[in-house]
């Protein structure tokens, strides 16, 4: 599949290794075209780089890996609605700012990122997935032992079916991936990211780990 | 113990019949003293009910089981600060507001329940626990199956120490009681609400469920 990766850091990375490990014709995206960095990972891994837009043309399947807080205007430099018509556009991100005051969203509770980015962008067809995990974790799930569980929201279901079919090539398997709902779920998965945060702080800084629901 | 439970709905009286059964010294705390409903409840438990002051006065343990939009007020009508000096607050409760326009938090992101009681009881010793699973797994953990993790915050150890030897009554291991820090980690678990009701809604309505913390 032809996938573009808008973000360039550490989850643009680690998503667009594995993309390229698995087979993929991958192009990793960048706010500024030949950033260095980001030319050796494409040499080192036969996959592509250039701007957002070049990352958003022409693919079939487009991952958010930016900062939530800067998502909508990454989407609008890689062409906006035009440039997505049609387009999975996988959302990963999580609207996080840290400062010294502490750690807060900048949109909560009666917006959330995933849903910012299916009304800028009304003809792709946002899915809301991986954002509760660390970026290792989300494409190499067995880091965590056993069960745990990985959360799908959109209102695309066939969106939804292309994305949970990339889970399922990252090594989710099929019973851990639990369809919430319609993209305004994105809302409950990114206020969970205090709690995973203070998790991460209350087990040592340990990046590796998840959450399991356990029905009764 | 003698305990203290603030609010006569559906978790508070879950809550008070596992005490009373427990053995505890249960006062059932309404905001309308006979309250029917809740004198044929203490009746038929062995245990007694009136005001959220009558339920404050003398007890060791107290429990925050309104409605999280309205706790300060009920703390207020209990006495206020000075009923509460030296004593453990159990906060169990969520700012949950549901309407027409869907669900929202009433504090989020910047502040939390557990925080604002703690402000308005500077000599409560606030721990926040509980809120995380319905009113049945809260005090019978034992309905969800294996390891599920129950988490708890606050500024005092030793009120914390006490609360973790109420979990352990209900059946909590000890090795899912998972302590993530100071009081201010009430905004991270009241914040998971949402995805409680977001995958309460997705596995068919079933309130006997919860998250187990899965460590890579």
Request: proline letters at 4%.
């Amino acid at each position: 599949m032809r996938i573009g990766i808008l973000g360039s850091g550490g989850v643009g990375q680690a998503l667009g290794t594995r993309l390229a490990n698995l087979g993929h014709d991958v192009t990793l995206g960048a706010r500024e075209a030949a950033n260095p960095r980001v030319v050796l990972w494409a040499e080192a891994h036969d996959a592509r780089c250039g701007t957002f837009a070049d990352a958003a043309a022409g693919a079939e399947l487009v991952i958010n890996a930016t900062a939530g807080q800067h998502s909508v205007a990454a989407v609008e430099l890689a062409g906006g609605n035009p440039a997505f018509a049609g387009t999975v556009l996988l959302d990963v991100s999580n609207p996080i700012d840290i400062s010294d005051s502490g750690l807060r969203l900048t949109v909560v509770n009666t917006d959330s990122v995933g849903e910012r980015l299916q009304r800028a962008l009304p003809d792709a067809r946002v899915v809301k997935s991986l954002n509760t995990v660390n970026g290792t974790v989300m494409v190499e799930p067995t880091l965590v032992p056993g069960h745990h569980t990985m959360f799908v929201a959109g209102d695309d279901a066939a969106a939804k079916a292309t994305v949970t079919g990339l889970l399922r090539e990252f090594g989710w398997p099929e019973e851990d991936i639990l369809d919430l709902g319609g993209i305004v779920e994105a809302r409950a998965m990114e206020m969970y990211l205090p709690l995973w945060i203070s998790i991460m702080k209350a087990t040592g800084g340990n990046l590796a780990f998840n959450i399991n629901v356990v029905l009764g």
